[in-house]
């Protein structure tokens, strides 16, 4: 059963922010997208973003949904058209994703199907994907830029802003960025060591990304939240 009939979009916004961690599952192969997109919700992960990079991208959302139900919400990301965005959407996807701004990408025509995130990374581009009806903005690559000091920085005087940094975070920095305010995190490769995906090891994978959920969980409760 697709979760599209069970969370409209103020519900899918909600649980992400909840949440804190968006799972970002690249693989050159549908089938490897698949098995990864699984291992994250097995290990608690709510929010899977299929990127559109990923073969039939369409096809692993559609399965994701199907084998999941009301367990977890489904995006794409890597979006870079608005055939792209059609695509996604016609399978089920509750999220969109993009890596940056661009004046060639509308959105206002889907904002009220799917929470959108979009790329982001100075200030002014930051406030221009807010203009254009972003839900979260996401901040990448914050790596580049100082990390969890950037998104403390930008929020400073933009307290308002809901921010999504991804890239280069990490088992070790992740709860940084959600200190310094961020709503969620984008996890890639930190999630998914690339030696077990080589060797198809999907339990260990989970086994890995569950140690996340742990960190924050602990944060949680250190800090009274």
Known sequence: MSTIDQFNKTEVLELI??????????ASEPEKALKLGEAAVK???IAVEITATVPSYDKVVTQLQANFGNSAVVGVGSILSTKQIEI???AGAQFIVTPAVSTDLVISNYLAESVFIIGALTPSEILYAEH?????VKVFPVNAVGGSSYIRS???PMPWLKLVPTGGVNLENFVS?????ATCVGLGSSLFPKDLVQ??????ISRHIAKF???????RDSSGA
């Open 213 to 219: 959920g742990v960190r924050l969980d602990e944060t």
């Open 43 to 45: 290990a608690g992960v």
């Open 17 to 26: 922010s909840k949440t804190q961690m968006i799972a970002v599952v690249r």
């Open 88 to 90: 996604a959407l016609d």
């Open 199 to 204: 060797e198809e090891k999907w339990e260990e």
């Open 154 to 156: 930008i929020l400073e």
């Open 132 to 136: 254009m009806g972003a839900d979260l």
């Open 177 to 181: 960025f959600i200190h310094a305010g």
